[in-house]
Structures are given as C-alpha cells and as structure tokens.
C-alpha cells in the first residue's frame, strides 16, 4: 500500500478503515484535514501548517489547546486511581468534583449525575424527567417538547426531542415528541446579542402543545438556551423567561441543554445565569473538561433528586448509569479546566472580548452573500445566501477556504459558526473577520 506522506504518513487502508463521524467521509478522504498537535490558540497540521483554532476543536477547547495543568493532573489521576467501579463503589474526587460544580451552578441544581458526553446528558436528563413524574404519583406524564432546529446529540432520545431532522430521518420511529419552532426570524435579522422582537409570542407557542397534548401528560420541555449546532439561533427578549412561566404554570419540566452554553461561552459559567432563568435539570459536557477528556454531567435541582430519594435504600433509586460516569480521570481533567477557568478569570474575559468580537463580525454586513449576522459571548454566526440549489455548499466552501488560510471555523447549512477559545487575543478575533471577508469577496 502506497504512503501518502502529506496525509500524515497514511495509507490509504488507514483512511479507509476509520468511518469518521458528521463527515462526507469520501470527500474528506480525497484530501484530509488532519491535525497532529495543538497548543494556546493553534492547530498544527500534518502538511505543517499553523491554524488559528476560531471554533475551540468542536466548542469544547475553551481555555485553548495543551494545557500542561490539565495533562499533569490527567497524567496523576491515571497513576494514582486509573479506574474505580461507578456503581455501588466510588472515589473522593467525584464528590467533590460534584459539590464544585453545585457551587457553581445557579438557584438549586445542586445535584449532579455524571455521564460522558452531550448525548449522554440529554438522554440522563430525559429518562430523570419521565423518573421524576413518576416518583411524585404522576406517571402519566411522560410527553417531551423539543424545539425545531434544536440539537440535543444523537442518541434516540436526543434526536427525538432535537429539531435537526436530517439527524433523524434515516434511523426509524423515534420517541413522539411535539417540536416548538425555532427563533430565527426575519424581524431579528442582523440583531447585535438577544433579539428584541417576539420572544413572549414565540414563547406562548407551547400553550398550543399543552391545548393538544394536556399538560397532565407533558414531562418536560426541552431547549438549548440558545440553538448552537443549528448555527447560533438566540432567544428573542423574554422568551426564556416566558417559557418557564408556562413550564410553572403546568407542572412541566424545564430543561436547558449547556452543552455548548455552559462553561463561560455566554461570559457567564452558564446560560441560566446570563439570561436569569433557572431550569430544573441543566445538562452539559464539552468546556466542563475543555474537551481533553470526554465528560458530560446533568444537573438537577434539590427538590427533584429529594423525589426519588424513597424507597428501600439499598435498591438504586434511578437504574440508569455508565461504566464510566463520574471517571477518575475525567474528574481529574476537570477540577484542572475549573481552575484554569478560575484563575484566570476566562469566563469574565469572554465578557471584555464580547462586544469586540460582536463588532468585527457586524463588519461582514455588507461582504457579499451575508443574510444575516448572530452573536452573543464568544459565539457567532454568519448566515449566508446558499447558491441557488445547492444548500450549504457555499458555507462549506467558505469554510473550507479559510482552512486553507489558516482558520478553523465550522459551517452547519448555510451558516458559517464562530466559537472561538476564551484566551484569544482581539488581534485574533480581526483576523478571523478578515480572512471571512477575503473569502467572501472572492467566492462564488
Ligand atoms: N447538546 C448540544 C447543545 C450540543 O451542542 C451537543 C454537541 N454539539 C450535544 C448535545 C452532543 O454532545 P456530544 O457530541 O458530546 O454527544
């Protein structure tokens, strides 16, 4: 078998055997795009290249890429403790990894049920709404509420509750769930941070649900505070606030996907906090470990963990659980990423960088094929005209280009996405706009 050096000294058999994730896996192989080390803020390439990482990895890396805190503290954990089983048994780190985030997180969601990924999270959280219902005497309420254009990862039920259909389309019956439409609306075009217009009428739209459904039949609702992976679609003003006012009203669950949210991008550690409404079961992953090791957790608020804490006690309240929740190793890498996150306050940085970065991408207005611009924190999105036909290939080609340039951005549809690490420096921030306005003047 030939070697491909420039492909990182591949065989074509080496391509061939790994069948990669979310990716045209024949496109990519034509000409892969493969990175072999990374530190601060860049990608080092296997042809040699430096690129600026403007999407920390997938949304995760966000205190930036090889942090040594994080590889000694991993480095330690393993030697020390590599494994300890996650039912019936435990160890020290994951308790106090717990208490840790519970002093971080808002209100009461002082309780938190380890996992390893997003899609792990949302489905925890999903099976502890239903649990919870019939923990209190109500075990009729099991309908979930999902949102167009949501994405709550790829287990099925994620991709029932999530609104990306292309994500759902080709697996079978999913769960029965009623979707809200997403946010993104011609009024709030080009807005600068939340949108001003229509978020208490979008809102509302779930008292359709509960006329159809009967909120005695409804578990829980669940949203990302604002839509990530469909390409930053915010919450118009009011509108999260008016969800969980109808969520009280009727005994329905709230639930907030943080997977991309939590963990500073907003400038606060979570959503709940910067837009001031508290859900009752928040799940997260990606920043919780920066992304150096898989982890997800879901929090839940006092008095839902109080409802299943009945019965003999030495059956498991909730049978639901991985060989690998709470892993040492991961709790290791994460108490390292909160320290970084600490000590060098990143999520207040994210705040200082915000309106510098909302204006280098307000500067794309009037780049040619921009149909709307979105921001909020360190993320953003550029949305563009997709060529007639062809949905998506530009986006994918502007992306594409900037790569080549030396950024690393993500398109979703039409929608190029910018989330870059909070240690970026506003020198930075511009070149991702500039190397966004090349291409865009350039492309076809
Ligand atoms: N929820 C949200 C909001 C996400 O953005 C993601 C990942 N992009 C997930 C869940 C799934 O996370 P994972 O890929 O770790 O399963």
Request: hydrophobic share 45%.
């Amino acid at each position: 078998m030939a070697e491909i050096d420039h492909f990182a000294g591949l065989t074509s058999a080496e391509l061939d055997a790994h069948w990669m994730p979310f990716t045209g896996n024949r496109h990519f192989k034509a000409e892969p795009r493969l990175f072999v080390s990374a530190e601060g803020m860049h990608y080092t390439t296997a042809d040699g290249r430096s690129v600026l990482d403007g999407f920390s990895g997938l949304w995760c890396s966000n205190a930036g890429h090889g942090r040594k805190e994080i590889a000694d503290a991993v480095a330690q954990q393993l030697v020390r403790l590599d494994y300890a089983p996650a039912f019936q048994f435990g160890h020290p780190l994951a308790f106090k990894l717990a208490k840790r985030l519970a002093d971080m997180a808002p209100g009461d969601l002082n309780r938190v049920f380890f996992c390893n990924s997003g899609s792990e999270a949302a489905d925890t959280a999903l099976k502890i709404a239903r649990a919870y219902w019939r923990a209190k005497g109500r075990p009729e309420k099991t309908r979930l509420v999902g949102r167009a254009q949501g994405y709550h990862g790829v287990n099925f039920g994620g991709i029932s509750v999530g609104g990306m259909v292309g994500n759902r389309r080709n697996f079978g019956p999913a769960l029965d769930v009623d979707h809200l439409p997403h946010t993104l609306l011609p009024e709030n075009r080009f807005s600068r941070g939340l949108p001003e217009h229509s978020g208490e009428a979008m809102a509302e739209r779930l008292l359709d649900i509960v006329n159809l459904q009967g909120a005695e039949n409804i578990a829980a609702v669940m949203v990302e505070p604002f839509a990530g992976s469909a390409g930053v679609i915010l919450p118009p003003k009011g509108y999260l606030q008016r969800l969980r006012e109808i969520c009280d009203r009727h005994d329905i669950l709230l639930i907030f996907d943080e997977v991309i949210t939590g963990f500073g991008r907003t400038g606060s550690a979570f959503a709940a906090q910067e837009f001031d409404v508290l859900p009752d079961l928040l799940t997260t992953a990606k920043g919780i470990s920066n992304g150096a090791v898989p982890l997800g957790a879901v929090f839940a608020r006092e008095g839902i963990y109080d409802a299943f804490m009945q019965g003999p006690e030495h059956i498991p309240e909730l049978a639901h659980g991985y060989t690998y929740s709470a892993h040492p190793v991961a709790c290791a890498a994460a108490m390292a990423t909160l320290d970084i996150y600490e000590n060098e306050k990143l999520f207040e940085r994210v705040k200082t960088l915000a309106p510098v970065f909302e204006e280098a991408l307000h500067g794309l207005r009037d780049a040619p094929h921009v149909a709307d611009i979105r921001n909020y924190g360190l993320a953003g999105a550029i949305q563009l005209q997709p060529r007639d036909g062809e949905s998506g290939r530009r986006a994918m080609e502007v992306v594409l280009e900037a790569y080549r340039r030396g950024v690393l951005l993500r398109w979703t549809g039409d929608t190029i996405a910018v989330a870059p690490p909070f240690i970026i420096e506003q020198a930075q921030i511009e070149q991702i706009a500039q190397t966004l306005k090349d291409i865009l003047h350039t492309a076809e």
